[in-house]
């Protein structure tokens, strides 16, 4: 009898441990997330950051108390991280920054108080920052903003409107000029990325909407295409699962595709969407594994693809995350 | 049935085991300080459970290339980080601490 009991206590044991062992069977997305440094402790959101080689920089953000200005360098290859000159300008959050030759840039944003305009260089080979020419459109936070054959373009975001122009900055000269204003929707929080030379713009909210329409800029014309829409818009059924639309999301590229995840849309996300070029159609992919997050910082290697810090609610989040793109995770999440 | 029972309970120890495992053991983070000398000075490096975390060749928070010019500079620059990351703190180095770390050397 006693054994019997015994055999049914293990056997109730079983089953309540064996469900969690279950693997995920039908909705298996291609990708597999990877927690690739122990490190606690860069908590903050609204961080911007750029990417020089195999190294993956972040500077300024936000930790629920206080607006940052340090900056650090993640060695992609070493996995660990190097704290470098800290940003000399007004510490901020939700700035934007991109690199252009080898060097990174960090302009406008938000300190608490003022909007921002101020535009700034950090050359990596004497690990200095230099001031440069402003940002000559208004003052805001949230723009969006890309390096692309040879030049730096910010655009769009928040000045106490939402905004759509553009402006390009020519390193070589210190000299900003407007360029022609990114079509369909104003926009803040949106997600860039740069493929073969030419420059993706696309999510971000417009009062209250989570604008739909997709930009592709070619820097040698100087012109603005529009893309196929990322929601359900088109009687083709490509469209019919696009659950792209987000503020606040990140992108990063591996192999000339691009991804997008994390950000927010009424709650935080973490699915996650691949983008071709070539055939200009999105892919679900396997969802972030951390603890789904918006306003997060990502690395871009152009082979290697990270995502760094963020929040949800009030918690600011301090891991980096990679995504290996080929393989598959077995574990369910 | 006492084979079954015992089979029954190494399966269930296995299993107990291999979610504690995939689950992740408690945040146990063992932090360690060294100092290592470069050509031109000294620089520190934060291991945590044995691997570099932090690797810092150069003086952090200042616009400069430049190492820590001796150990003991390096060590109380090092220091700070780790005190820091133990309490869960901010742990990046501002140039007032520079400036304090540098002040009471000489």
């Known amino acids: 009898m006693k054994q019997k009991r015994l055999l049914a206590v293990m056997l109730f044991l079983l089953l309540a441990v064996l469900p969690s062992c279950k693997s995920d069977d039908d909705d298996d997305l291609i990708g597999k997330w990877y927690r690739v440094s122990d490190f606690d402790g860069l908590a903050r959101y609204a961080a911007s950051s750029f990417t020089i080689g195999n190294k993956g920089y972040l500077v300024c953000g936000y930790d629920n108390k206080k607006c940052l200005s340090d900056l650090w360098v993640y060695d992609i290859e070493m996995d660990s991280w190097t704290q470098l000159a800290s940003f000399p300008g007004t510490a901020r959050h939700t700035a934007v920054a991109f690199t252009v030759n080898e060097k990174g840039y960090l302009g406008t944003g938000y300190d608490k108080e003022n909007y921002l305009k101020d535009f700034w260089e950090y050359n990596p080979a004497g690990n200095t920052w230099e001031q440069k020419a402003d940002f000559p459109g208004s003052a805001r936070y949230g723009a969006v903003g890309f390096g692309v054959a040879g030049k730096g373009y910010i655009g769009c975001g928040y000045d106490g409107n939402y905004l759509k122009d553009f402006y390009s900055f020519n390193p070589s000269t210190n000299a900003w000029e407007q360029i022609i204003s990114i079509g369909g929707s104003k926009r803040t929080g949106a997600t860039s990325f740069v493929i073969n030379d030419e420059a993706y713009v696309c999510c971000g909210l417009n009062n209250g909407d989570y604008v739909n329409d997709f930009w592709k800029y070619n820097p040698s014309t100087g012109l603005w295409t529009q893309l196929r829409d990322i929601s359900d818009t088109s009687d083709d059924d490509y469209d019919d699962d696009y659950n792209i639309v987000r503020t606040n999301g990140v992108a990063f590229v591996i192999d000339g595709a691009a991804y997008i995840a994390c950000g927010e849309s009424g709650s935080v996300r973490s699915d996650t969407w691949k983008y071709s070029p070539a055939t200009d159609l999105w892919e679900n992919v396997a969802k972030f594994k951390g603890t789904a997050r918006t306003s997060t910082a990502s690395f871009s290697s152009g082979e290697r693809g990270f995502i760094v810090s963020g929040k949800s609610s009030t918690l600011c989040f301090d891991d980096i995350w990679e995504l290996h793109p080929y393989e598959y995770d077995d574990d369910d999440y | ?106």
């Open chain 2, 1 to 106: 049935m006492i084979a079954s029972c015992s089979l029954l309970l190494l399966v269930l120890i296995g299993l107990l085991f291999y979610r504690s495992g995939e689950m992740g053991s408690p945040d146990r983070r063992q932090l360690e300080l060294q100092t290592f000398q470069l050509e031109d000075g000294w620089g520190y490096k934060i291991r945590m459970n044995r691997k570099v975390l932090i690797y810092q060749p150069t003086i952090p928070s200042i616009d400069t290339m430049m190492s820590f010019p001796n150990e003991t500079s390096a060590k109380a620059a090092g220091s700070l980080v780790l005190e820091r990351l133990n309490r869960n703190q901010d742990f990046s180095i501002t140039k007032d601490d520079i400036k304090y770390l540098f002040k009471q050397k000489e």
